[in-house]
């Protein structure tokens, strides 16, 4: 059992130089606190996951771009997140829309080699199991 991911959410990247505070679309029209919920499919780079400042992969193309142009020093470059698949793990019975609700403890991974994780879901009274 965990709380329940809103909008507002707050994330971070293993290999980002901010947090990022997700967003979640009203399309299945449930809300917590007043606010939508997620489920665990909402991945979508910029409308559900924001960048997280500056990216420090070398698995970033433009990264190793700026790093290969500085010298071999790290040179990080704007965060576009490449989520590589759903968040897991889901709730185990809550759904939303037919898919299982997003909860505290989720992550994803980046394309780029950085686990996304959420350190605030935005929910503070609300749990799902």
């Given amino acids: 059992m965990g709380q329940s991911a809103v909008t507002g959410a707050v ?3 293993t290999f980002g130089a901010a947090p990022s505070t997700l967003s979640f679309l009203p399309i ?3 809300t917590i606190e007043g606010r939508p919920a997620g489920t665990i499919t909402d991945i979508a780079p910029m409308v559900n996951v924001p960048p997280f400042g500056m990216c420090m992969s070398m698995s970033n193309p433009t990264v ?3 790093t290969s142009a500085a010298l071999g020093v790290l040179t990080p470059m704007p965060c576009v997140p490449t989520i590589a698949g759903p968040w897991a793990p889901g709730a185990a019975r809550t759904m939303i829309g037919g898919k299982p609700a ?3 403890g ?3 991974n980046c ?3 950085g ?3 959420m350190t605030m879901t ?3 009274r609300t749990t799902a199991s």
Wanted: glycine share 8%; proline share 0%; charged share 5%.
């Fill in 11 to 13: 994330a971070t990247c």
């Fill in 28 to 30: 299945t029209r449930v």
């Fill in 64 to 66: 190793a771009a700026a």
């Fill in 102 to 104: 997003l909860v505290s």
């Fill in 106 to 108: 989720s992550t994803c």
């Fill in 111 to 113: 394309a780029f080699g």
């Fill in 115 to 117: 686990m996304i994780s």
């Fill in 122 to 124: 935005g929910a503070v």
